[in-house]
């Protein structure tokens, strides 16, 4: 068994873009320019501008996703006789800004044909004690959310969306973000639009979720009220609660971030079109392949393809996941991963009580799970060279020219 990736021909990319000249130079400009270099007018323009683009009533930068769910997790007031219901394929970050609040999780199981939480994994976790649902539109799939929200509705319950993964897509004409009651979106490396790294937004529904974001963002810190003497009497700024008990944080993304981050709504239509175009072609080249599994598209949910994720069904040719994956690599030099270990294996879930789950789909999926590289920036001769040596290795395994794992 070969077991260098020396040879890798197709990379597994630690990040999502590349910048165009016109974007760098916004970067260097905002460099120059920006007084403060943080809770500026970029970042008020990044707002209105991502609030424009996802139609949510309210949207705050934030320093990264994590920060969006901590201020979510907070808003939703939870204690511990509380419950969340979440889905167990997801990226950790979901899980923790709740499990932080001394709620209970409840792990949701996914659909295996869509990979993401649909209504009747969710309804029979409901309980007299569930306050949240988190649906993740995982890889990009924008989750099923009418029949959510119905459920939501009827028992009173708050709904966050994790839209780390799906910043710009829409279902029935409403952006990811502008459904539940909180939107979360990632501007990591890897993500679909970066703002150097780290990054993320935040959107509310309420007005009344969303006078209480800026104070929790930024340390308690707020203006005074009423005439004062003078600007610096009794102090510069206040500092208080937004609600008693609830310590605020420092959440904030810089200036230089957010005039990238606002620069880049204008190429997002295009980028997710593009990675659109790329997953057509992927797809379409597997056709004969049906060992490989996509995730199925439902009516009206849109796809951002963050990422390419497949189910590889190998037993009828006496293959695992595993033997696909090191033919792939070793043989083939394509460096494709495994993703989304359920939550409740990790041992952070499993020693504060939430190890256990009935989620069947979530672990077969998991078990037979390939993620190929799907950077926007990928060459077109990486992306054909991937296609064709996957199709080989898919080749080599129907002929038995493997060894296992
Ligand atoms: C990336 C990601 C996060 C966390 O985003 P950060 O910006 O890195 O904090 C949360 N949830 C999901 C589903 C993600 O993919």
């Not at 993304?253 to 204008?266: F, H, N, T």
């Not at 996941?321 to 792939?328: A, G, M, Q, V, Y």
Request: with cysteine; charged share 25%; hydrophobic share 40%.
């Amino acid at each position: 068994m070969p077991n260098n990736i020396s040879d890798i021909k197709v990379p597994w990319s630690g990040r999502g873009l590349t910048y165009t000249e016109e974007e760098i130079a916004t970067v260097v400009e905002a460099m120059r320019a920006a007084d403060p270099l943080t809770q500026g007018h970029y970042q008020s323009e990044f707002e209105d501008r991502f609030k424009t683009y996802t139609q949510a009533n309210h949207a705050f930068a934030v320093s990264s996703c994590t920060a969006a769910l901590e201020l979510s997790a907070l808003l939703c007031d939870l204690g511990p006789d509380d419950e969340v219901i979440l889905p167990a394929h997801t990226f950790a970050a979901t899980a923790i800004p709740f499990a932080r609040t001394g709620a209970k999780l409840v792990w949701a199981d996914i659909d295996s044909d869509t990979r993401v939480v649909t209504v009747d994994t969710i309804h029979p976790l409901i309980t007299d004690n569930t306050k949240v649902i988190i649906v993740v539109h995982l890889y990009g799939l924008m989750c099923d959310m009418d029949p959510i929200m119905d459920l939501a509705k009827i028992h009173n319950v708050l709904v966050v969306e994790d839209a780390a993964q799906a910043v710009g897509v829409s279902y029935k004409g409403r952006q990811a973000g502008s459904i539940g009651d909180f939107g979360c979106f990632s501007f990591h490396t890897h993500k679909n639009i970066s703002t150097l790294g780290e990054g993320g937004m935040l959107t509310v529904k309420s007005d009344e979720h969303a006078k209480l974001v800026p104070g929790l963002r930024h340390n308690g810190m707020r203006g005074y009220e009423g005439d004062r003497p003078h600007y610096w009497v009794p102090a510069m700024s206040n500092v208080d609660f937004d609600v008693d008990g609830l310590w605020p944080y420092n959440f904030c993304i810089g200036e230089v971030q957010c005039a990238l981050g606002s620069k880049l709504l204008d190429r997002l239509k295009t980028i997710n079109a593009d990675r659109k175009t790329r997953a057509d072609r992927f797809i379409e080249a597997f056709r004969d392949y049906p060992e490989l599994e996509f995730q199925k598209i439902p009516k009206d949910c849109e796809h951002a393809w963050h990422l390419m994720a497949v189910r590889y069904n190998g037993a009828q040719f006496g293959a695992t996941r595993d033997d696909f994956l090191s033919l792939l690599a070793y043989t083939h030099g394509i460096k494709a991963v495994v993703q989304y270990h359920p939550l409740y294996r990790y041992p952070l879930f499993e020693k504060a009580g939430f190890g256990k789950a009935d989620c069947p789909n979530t672990e077969n999926f998991f078990d037979n799970m390939v993620s190929f590289p799907f950077q926007h920036w990928m060459s077109e001769k990486e992306f054909t060279d991937m296609i064709n040596l996957t199709r080989r290795a898919l080749d080599d395994i129907r002929n038995g020219n493997f060894t296992h794992d």
